[in-house]
Structures are given as C-alpha cells and as structure tokens.
C-alpha cells in the first residue's frame, strides 16, 4: 500500500466550514476565478501560492521522469471544495515539483504566498497543524514515489553521479536516476543533444532545463533549491552551517521574530544527516535517522520564517576592525562575489572527518573512498566485501547501516571500541556476523585501477608496523574530526587544532567588547559559537541542539544592548 493510499485523510484533508472560514483570515487577496483546464501552476514556479479551492476541481499532475516524453505529466489527485494544493516547495517559495490546471468545470480558489502559509500556520495551531502535516507528507511522497524532480542520466558510481546523488537526496528532493548502460531512452536523449562523455552526468530539470556535469550550485539554482536573496537589509541573524546546531538556532530566533537566513555549502543536517539511525537522542525510544530528523528540523525552520540558502558558502567574515562601532553590522562575503550585513553571526559551520595522511587520498573521494555511509553509498558497495575506518559513534552508526547489505566489513579502529564508542553500538557489532574488528591498525596506502577507482587499500599495524595490501572497491572514513573554520580567517580567536574559542576573557581584538563576553560569544563582538566547530563543545547531536537553543538568548542580550 502506497503512502497516499495509506495516509489519503492527513495529506489530502477538506476543511469544513469554519476552517475555511479561518484560512481566509490569512489570505491577502481575493478569490480567483479560472477556466476549465486553464493553468495555475506549473512545474519548476518559484514563489508559487497555495490554493484553497472553493468552488470546482483542480486536477494536480507531476512530470513522469520514466516517461521517454519529456512533457509526459502523471496524475496525481483531483482536488476539490475545500483542499489545498502545495507542498513544501510552496512554503519557501522554491520552485513547485507538480503542474495544477482547473478542472473540467473551471474552479475558484484562493490564493496564499509562502509568508502568508508560514502565518496560518503558525496563528491557527489547529489548521496550521493540519496543513504543515500535509505539506511534509507530500514530500515524503514525492521522494517515495521515484519518478517526480528532476533525472539524472549517466553511469552510477561515478564521482560527479554520486555527488549529486548525494545533494539532491541529502536535501530532500526527488529525483530519478537513469543508467545510460542500461536506459536505452536515456541513452538516446543524450545523444540527441550532443552531450559528449566528459559533460555526463546530465540532469534534466523539472522545468525541462538540461545541464551537463551540473555543480551543486548550479543545480541548486535550476531545481529552486536556492532561494533568491534580498541582501540589502541586515539580518537580526545570520547562521552560517545548517546542522543541527545551525538549524536549532534559526527554529529558536525565528520563532521570537528575528529574521534568520542561514547558509550552508551542501545540505542541511550537517554530519548527523548522514546519520543512518541515531538511536541515543531523548525523546526517540526507537531510533530516528539522521535525515528525518534533519528534515524536520528544516521544515521548522521554514515554518518560523527562517530563511535557508543551500548550497551557499560564505568565503569570508569581515568584522571591521578597529574602526567598526559595536552597532555597525558584520558583513558577510559569499563565494559567488556578493555581501550579505547581519546584526550578529552564529558560526555553526561544524566539522567534517579528517583525511588520512596519504598523498593521493583525494583522488578517490567520490571513486572509492567516502566520509559518510547514505543510501547511494550503500547501493553502490551493496553485496561487496568493505572497510570502515573509525571508532566513534558515527563510525559505530555506519557499520550497523552497512553490514546488513554487504558481503563482509572489515572495522579497522587505532584503540579498543571501549574506549571510543557507545556500548549499545559495541554490543550490536559483536552481534553482526559479517563484521571484523581489527584494534592498532591504521590505513596508510591507496591504489586504483585502470578507470581511477579505488582497488586496493595498504593497512600498517601501529605495534607491529607490518603492512598488508587489501583489495577493496568501497572504504568508508570517519577518523576524527576538523573544525570548518577556514572562512572565518582567524578573525576570531581559537585553539591550536582551529576550534573557535568562546566566552573567556579575550584581549582586545578588532572590536572592543568592553565587557565580559557571554558563554558562547568569540572574541568578537555578536559573534557566537556553537556545536562541533566550538573549542570544547560536547560532539552529540542532542548538545549541539541545546547550544542552538542558549545562543538565541544571548542574541537577544547582545542585540538589546546595541539597541
């Protein structure tokens, strides 16, 4: 039974009477009348409104990527008197994933923006309960169902295939994938247009748009992923990394009427994410994946009027120097050339898994060698012998996701799991049976083969100091971490491993406190610190949340003093 057969009452609801009553209060137009077939909306509309109908039908459709025709459209639902049409799309203003056309007998239905949504949503608990549960199935829907967004045409495996997989998945939107080995259809469409081995993979956007060997950016930019930016106003906040820290900052501040955007480089849940099943956070007896727990934070954030802008990274963090006044805003400069001021900064930008010290390692990150174990990762090494290097609890979380789908994994760890892991993690691996631990060994060698994939990974004991070559397709790293903290120039202060430092007594620095800095505040002025990029910061999801939410009081502190 499909979600929509399952759950048809939650995600496509009718308001009665004194609902639509009370959804009216938020509209901030009037009705609108269309004729039959006329379209209201069509795939790939930014800023498109969600629309209550009143009277007649609207017929809701979505492209087909499995379709040979590239304006092949597949029903979805008839909505009538009293639905809504939308998704989450329409709660941020991204581009819209389905087309919705009057029905045979015209309708009329009324309008909402995305900040009128975001109002009705939060001013009336019980519809807006009832509408954000919609949304957020709709798009459960769409990522299920395997044939709406955008199509991505080439060979999986490949580097630039598996990260783009990895964008689009890691950020909630459908697409599908087709094997050109395999797809005549998709090996046809290719050669229609000229498209040459070296500009694979392809993706066809859900406006029809093709791009060739598309960045994150660009793809970002063509899918509606990445909002359009009003920089000439300064933010009351702006976060810089959209995990869990990051994201419960701007579910906190934007919940208490400051305005947020936050920018992350890749995708928002940072490496928790990428979590399989986080199964120690309060509150989820039975474990949650670090991707639906990630997403529900976004969509809270959406909800409060956050705004998130993926994929955005900030190059560089200018704090004035001396000749800033403490009231003046910090400007933050964007890698694309542009500049965004805010009233304060949360650095939020994490830290990623350390590279192993081989001079080549490079060479096969996204062809072999990966720092987090998703879905793609684990379809591509699926019936394989692997190896996984890490002896943390995300390494921990990685091994119980993968082993079930390969032929063996090989852990290799430099101390006993005892003295880095959680033990409810050590018990389920000494459970699995495809599961080898190998204690005092490190990997210090790569080699691949004629293609560029890896083929063969060199171990050293650390007692023995022998080395033995292993081949391997697939190794997973998850050896310690770094702080993302590069962009910020050493224009705040922090530790000799490049943590950033918080609420200690700092000498005068660029702009003078001329009080005690706050627990979470750098050494300077309206800028905070919060989770792992933190000097001393707890490295857990359920710390890194709390920490999201204390910031936001001494936000407030700080801002009530520039006032």
């Not at 996984?388 to 430099?414: C, D, E, I, M, T």
Request: glycine residues 12%; neutral net charge; contains cysteine.
């Amino acid at each position: 039974m499909s979600l929509i057969e399952s759950r048809r009452h939650q995600i496509f609801p009718i308001l009665d009477a004194s609902q639509i009553q009370s959804a009216k209060r938020f509209a901030g137009g009037p009705p609108r009348s269309f004729a039959p077939g006329e379209t209201i909306f069509n795939v790939g509309d930014r800023n498109a409104p969600a629309w209550l109908v009143l009277n007649g039908e609207i017929d809701i459709t979505r492209r087909d990527g499995l379709s040979r025709d590239a304006d092949a459209h597949t029903h979805v639902v008839t909505l009538g008197a009293g639905q809504f049409t939308g998704e989450m799309a329409e709660l941020s203003g991204r581009g819209t994933l389905a087309r919705g056309q009057a029905g045979a007998a015209g309708c009329t239905a009324l309008p909402f923006t995305a900040e009128q949504i975001r109002a009705l949503i939060v001013g009336s608990a019980e519809l807006g309960e009832t509408m954000m549960r919609a949304f957020i199935l709709r798009r459960v829907d769409l990522l299920q169902g395997g044939t709406a967004g955008s199509v991505l045409i080439g060979q999986p495996g490949t580097p630039d295939m598996t990260r783009l997989q990895n964008f689009l998945s890691r950020n909630g939107y459908p697409f599908v994938l087709r094997d050109m080995a395999t797809d005549e259809d998709a090996r046809t469409l290719v050669e229609k247009t000229g498209v040459q081995p070296d500009e694979l993979p392809v993706m066809v956007c859900p406006n029809g748009a093709v791009l060739k060997r598309p960045t994150d950016a660009e793809a970002g930019v063509c899918l509606g992923i990445t909002p359009e930016l009003d920089l000439s106003t300064p933010r009351d906040v702006v976060v810089v990394g959209a995990g869990p820290a990051g994201l419960a900052a701007a579910v906190y501040a934007a919940s208490e009427g400051l305005s947020v955007t936050v920018f992350d480089q890749r995708s928002y849940g940072g490496q928790a994410g990428a979590s399989a099943r986080i199964e120690n956070y309060l509150g989820f007896p039975t474990g949650i994946s670090g991707g639906a727990l990630a997403g529900r934070a976004f969509s809270q954030a959406l909800k409060f009027g956050a705004e998130v802008a993926i994929p955005l990274q900030v190059a560089y963090l200018d704090c004035g120097g001396t000749a800033r006044l403490p009231h003046e805003p910090l400007r933050l400069e964007l890698t694309d050339g542009r500049s965004i001021y805010a009233r304060s900064v949360v650095v939020a930008s994490g830290a990623r898994y350390r590279q192993p010290n081989i001079p080549n390692v490079t060479d096969f990150e996204g062809a072999g060698v990966s720092y987090w174990a998703s879905a793609v990762e684990a379809k591509l090494c699926e019936g394989e012998e692997i190896a996984l290097v890490g002896g943390g609890n995300s390494a921990g979380q990685a091994v119980v996701f993968l082993a079930p789908k390969v032929k063996h994994l090989h852990l290799g760890v430099r101390r006993p799991l005892e003295a880095t892991m959680s033990r409810y993690l050590i018990d389920r691996i000494s459970a699995l049976r495809n599961v080898s631990v190998y204690t005092g060994v490190e990997v210090v060698a790569l080699e691949g083969d004629e293609t560029g994939a890896l083929a063969q990974a060199t171990f050293r004991g650390l007692d023995s100091g022998k080395f033995w070559p292993y081949p391997l397709r697939h190794l997973f790293l998850f050896i310690g971490a770094e702080p993302n903290g590069e962009w910020l120039a050493k224009r705040v202060a922090v530790d000799n491993k490049g943590f950033v430092i918080t609420g200690r007594d700092f000498a005068p620095t660029d702009v003078p406190i001329n009080r005690a800095p706050r627990s979470l505040e750098t050494s300077v002025a309206g800028v905070f610190a919060i989770g792992d990029v933190r000097a001393g910061s707890t490295k857990r999801v359920g710390a890194a949340i709390g920490e999201g939410a204390a910031v936001v009081a001494q936000i407030h502190a700080a801002l009530a003093q520039l006032a």
